[in-house]
Each structure stands twice: as structure tokens, then as C-alpha cells.
């Protein structure tokens, strides 16, 4: 079983920036964050495994980036810096992460691909 418990969500003006947290209770090795903004469906945002290269949406390269602190093989936390805010970014962001047994496919911004959520930590961004 892991937890997730996010942070660092909060009200920023267009061009502002945010960085969100996410503490790590648990074995994991891939992890995302994924966003969802009233209305819409869940969309993953950036993902990463604990020995490969980040992935992330279209609509956030080159402005957000995901990173982990990690001890030997283990995941202990999850960041996602967040730059050159829009409007558009204003959602609630969650923390997900995935059962190291599963075996197959991983699509790395796709809902399932995960088995663990947080609770989300909400993100406006004001004009």
C-alpha cells in the first residue's frame, strides 16, 4: 500500500510559479502528476520512473518540470515545478503513483497505469 499526501497548491498571477510536493509512504518506482479542472476529464501532466526519463502533456513542456528524491531504489517524494503559469493550469493536481508488481505496458500519462492516488491540492491561476 502507499500514501500520498500533496502540497504547495495555491493562487498565482498569470506568469507566476508554483511548486507542489508530494511526501511518499511506500513502495513505489513510477509516478505522475495528473490534473483536473472542473468539467473535465483527469489528464495526466508529467510522469516519471525512478530510472528513466520524464514524460510529460504537451500543453506543460518546457514549463513544468517533475522530479523525486529517492533513496537507493525507493521513491521517498515527488515535485512538480511549475513556471510561466496560465489560466489554463488552474486545476486540482494530484499525486499518483503505481504498484511496483504490476507487470505490462505502462503508458506513463494515463489514469491507469496508477493505483495509488492523493487527495489533490488546488491550483488557480488569477489573470
Known amino acids: 500500500q502507499v500514501q500520498l499526501v500533496e502540497s504547495g497548491g495555491g493562487t498565482v498571477q498569470t506568469g507566476g510559479s508554483l511548486r507542489l510536493s508530494c511526501s511518499v509512504s511506500?513502495?513505489?518506482?513510477?509516478m505522475a502528476w495528473f490534473r483536473q479542472a472542473p468539467g473535465k476529464e483527469r489528464e495526466g501532466v508529467a510522469s516519471?520512473?525512478?530510472?528513466?526519463?520524464?514524460?510529460?502533456?504537451d500543453s506543460v513542456k518546457g514549463r513544468f518540470t517533475i522530479s523525486i528524491d529517492n533513496t537507493v531504489n525507493t521513491v521517498n517524494s515527488l515535485h512538480l515545478q511549475m513556471d510561466e503559469l496560465t489560466p489554463e493550469d488552474s486545476a486540482m493536481y494530484y499525486c499518483a503513483a503505481r504498484n511496483p508488481a504490476r507487470a505490462g505496458l505502462v503508458l506513463g500519462l494515463s489514469r491507469d497505469a496508477y493505483d495509488y492516488w492523493g487527495q489533490g491540492t488546488q491550483v488557480t491561476v488569477s489573470l
Open positions: 511506500g513502495y513505489t518506482l513510477r
Open positions: 516519471l520512473f525512478i530510472h528513466g526519463e520524464p514524460q510529460y502533456a
